[in-house]
């Protein structure tokens, strides 16, 4: 699986954004997530979501803000993270993960084991 990861970008306080995962390369089901880092500190789990789509995890950061979805199409699947109401504390490098084991992705902790983008930077000013 190769993840390319867009539409980070910089917003007020208040704004939104959506950033999208192009995911290629996968011939299995497997599930994707969004985790997100600041410098110096571990990459925190955002949101994930199964193979179908129909079922989601949040972190409690997140929860009602954010909205994980994803397409699946033969050659190319898509994730996507709706953030709404975006806070300061939101700032952060955003990554994409899939978890070629398991149809819903499995850790709420950075695993080398699974496959990661190169990320996209969102940062929200106050």
Not at 11 to 21: E, K, N, P, Y
Not at 72 to 99: G, V
């Amino acid at each position: 699986v190769q993840l390319v990861e867009s539409g980070g970008g910089s917003v007020q306080a208040g704004g939104s954004l959506r950033l999208s995962c192009e995911a290629s390369g996968a011939f299995n089901t497997y599930g994707l997530a969004w985790f997100r880092q600041i410098s110096g500190k571990e990459r925190e789990f955002v949101a994930a979501i199964n193979w179908a789509g129909d079922t989601t995890v949040y972190a409690d950061s997140v929860k009602g803000r954010f909205t994980i979805s994803r397409d699946n199409h033969n050659t190319k699947n898509i994730a996507y993270l709706q953030m709404n109401d975006l806070k300061p504390e939101d700032t952060a490098h955003y990554y994409c993960s899939a978890d070629p084991l398991h149809e819903l992705y499995s850790s709420r902790t950075f695993s080398p084991a699974n496959v990661w983008g190169q990320g996209t930077q969102v940062t929200v000013s106050s």
